[in-house]
T-cell receptor
Framework: KAGVTQTPRYLIKTRGQQVTLSCSPI?????VSWYQQTPGQGLQFLFE???????NKGNFPGRFSGRQFSNSRSEMNVSTLELGDSALYLC????????????FGPGTRLTVT | GQNIDQPTEMTATEGAIVQINCTYQ??????LFWYQQHAGEAPTFLSY????GLEEKGRFSSFLSRSKGYSYLLLKELQMKDSASYLC????????????FGGGTRVLVKP
């Protein structure tokens, strides 16, 4: 099976802009989670979508949002970008029927200038 | 809060054994995960503990004690390719899919 794919792999945006990142899970996986990774804060959970519904949510401001489509592909959106949003954004998918390990995609490296 | 603590860095010799400890403070979680992350790459799953005790997977073993708030990852017969960061994570929330990660332990394997 193909792994988790994320597009784009690299992105440069300016403060105040918005950005949309895309994630395609492993075929058959219905759960997609998003994480932000920075050198200072480490790997932090953003949110998880399952069957097109947000099932779990982290402690990020409302500027961070997401959605999931009927084919389980997911997008996350960050509005009004800030310099501190520069990070590696990782998505992960899991087979909700178990085992429960999450399979991570290669990530999108976002730089905000 | 979860307060997941891991040592920042460890150094070991090729062929040796290294134990990476993870302590946490939380009232409940579904399971405890260990991931490996090489520099510039995505994390990859290593091990998962739901019940107390030892889980063995080849050269890697993980132990959990819920009453002590403690887990460890044991890496045996260290190889140079094991140089990476090792992340401890608690699975919480619905279906345990909300992973809360520790800061990670960078392991350097020397010849």
């Amino acid at each position: 099976k193909a792994g988790v794919t994320q597009t784009p792999r690299y992105l440069i945006k300016t403060r105040g802009q918005q950005v949309t990142l895309s994630c395609s899970p492993i075929s058959g996986h219905r759960s997609v989670s998003w994480y932000q990774q920075t050198p200072g804060q480490g790997l932090q959970f953003l949110f998880e979508y399952f069957s097109e519904t947000q099932r779990n949510k982290g402690n990020f401001p409302g500027r961070f949002s997401g959605r999931q489509f009927s084919n389980s592909r997911s997008e996350m959106n960050v509005s009004t970008l800030e310099l501190g949003d520069s990070a590696l954004y990782l998505c992960a998918s899991t087979d909700d029927r178990g085992p429960y390990e999450q399979y991570f995609g290669p990530g999108t490296r976002l730089t905000v200038t | 809060g979860q307060n997941i603590d891991q040592p920042t860095e460890m150094t070991a010799t090729e062929g040796a054994i290294v134990q990476i400890n993870c302590t946490y403070q939380t009232s409940g979680f579904n399971g405890l995960f260990w991931y490996q992350q090489h520099a510039g790459e995505a994390p990859t799953f290593l091990s998962y503990n739901v019940l107390d005790g030892l889980e063995e997977k080849g050269r890697f073993s993980s132990f959990l004690s819920r009453s002590k708030g403690y887990s460890y990852l044991l890496l045996k017969e260290l190889q140079m390719k094991d140089s990476a960061s090792y992340l401890c994570a608690l699975g919480e929330g619905a279906a345990g899919n909300k992973l809360t990660f520790g800061g990670g332990t960078r392991v350097l394997v020397k010849p």
